[in-house]
């Protein structure tokens, strides 16, 4: 009789070793959900501030999702990003973290604290990764950051990245 348990964890490393492969050619992941990582400047685009709480994510604001770790082993976690813009129908925006060691990091920004944090610790946005997200693979709207820090984030993602 077959140990199911040893035939799941088989099944299910079996998979990621698929989904690992699939992607390790290629500059651009795929992950859980759909969600795509490529580097900030492969992405550039327009960026305008145009948040609506509205239910649908617009630039500006705030969202809740799944972000794959960079090992793109099937890992990793629900975390805020800030909405930067559109490619389609999916979703370009930053990824948070509230670590303060990336306060010395030129590739994250500090943009303080905000209501997407329970704790109201201070946030840094990471500036040299864009994950793109499906409309319906977030899972909440979490707040909106206001214009002048928005603002802030824009002027690097042009200066260093080429976004207009």
Request: proline content about 3%; aromatic content about 6%.
């Amino acid at each position: 009789m077959a140990n199911w348990g040893s035939v799941l964890r088989q099944a299910v490393t079996a998979g990621i070793d698929l989904l690992s492969a699939r992607g390790s050619g290629s500059r651009t992941r795929v992950a859980r959900a759909g969600v795509r990582s490529a580097p900030t400047r492969d992405r550039a685009r327009t960026i305008a501030y145009a948040p609506d709480l509205d239910g649908a994510a617009d630039p500006g604001e705030i969202v809740w999702t799944w972000v794959p770790f960079e090992e793109g082993d099937g890992r990793g976690k629900d975390r805020p990003l800030l909405v930067v813009g559109r490619d389609g129908r999916r979703l370009l925006g930053l990824m948070l973290s509230s670590q303060h060691e990336r306060g010395g990091d030129q590739d994250w920004l500090s943009v303080g604290s905000g209501s997407w944090d329970r704790q109201r610790r201070e946030s840094f946005v990471r500036l040299d990764r864009v994950l793109e997200v499906g409309e319906h693979d977030i899972r909440r709207e979490g707040a909106v950051l206001d214009a002048t820090r928005f603002d802030r984030v824009a002027a690097q993602l042009r200066s260093r990245f080429g976004w207009r």
